[in-house]
């Protein structure tokens, strides 16, 4: 069972970046979609950016021109670069890869953007 494994968040102040990282066990090139997804204190959990297998991808309103989601197949890793970042980014932040046997989940990486 392929694990994930999220890092790179933090404390930011608005305006600031981060890289965050997902690392895999195994590989992920066979999954049908991986992403990043974001959960906010009392909010639902929403996708922030997703790449399929085709290489489309799709990025949510809210953080469209300001994340880009990339891959390193070499190294099983995800990555998720964040600009721009304002106050209502702040939530932990979770990498997902979905194949048709199930979807895998990362425990999370929080987020702060504080001034």
């Known amino acids: 069972q392929v694990q994930l494994v999220e890092s790179g968040g933090g404390l930011v102040q608005p305006g600031g970046s981060l890289r965050l990282s997902c690392a895999a066990s195994?590989?992920?090139?066979?999954?049908?979609?991986v992403g990043w997804f974001r959960q906010a204190p009392g909010r639902q959990r929403e996708p922030i950016a997703t790449?399929?297998?085709?290489?489309?991808?799709y990025y949510s309103d809210s953080m469209k021109g300001r994340v880009t989601i990339s891959r390193d197949s070499a190294k099983n890793t995800l990555y998720l670069q964040m600009n721009s970042l304002k106050l209502g980014d702040t939530a932990v932040y979770y990498c997902?890869?979905?194949?048709?046997?199930?979807?895998?989940w990362g425990q999370g990486t929080q987020v702060t953007v504080s001034s």
């Open positions: 195994g590989s992920i090139a066979n999954f049908n979609v």
């Open positions: 997902a890869a979905y194949r048709s046997s199930g979807t895998l």
């Open positions: 790449m399929a297998i085709s290489g489309r991808q």
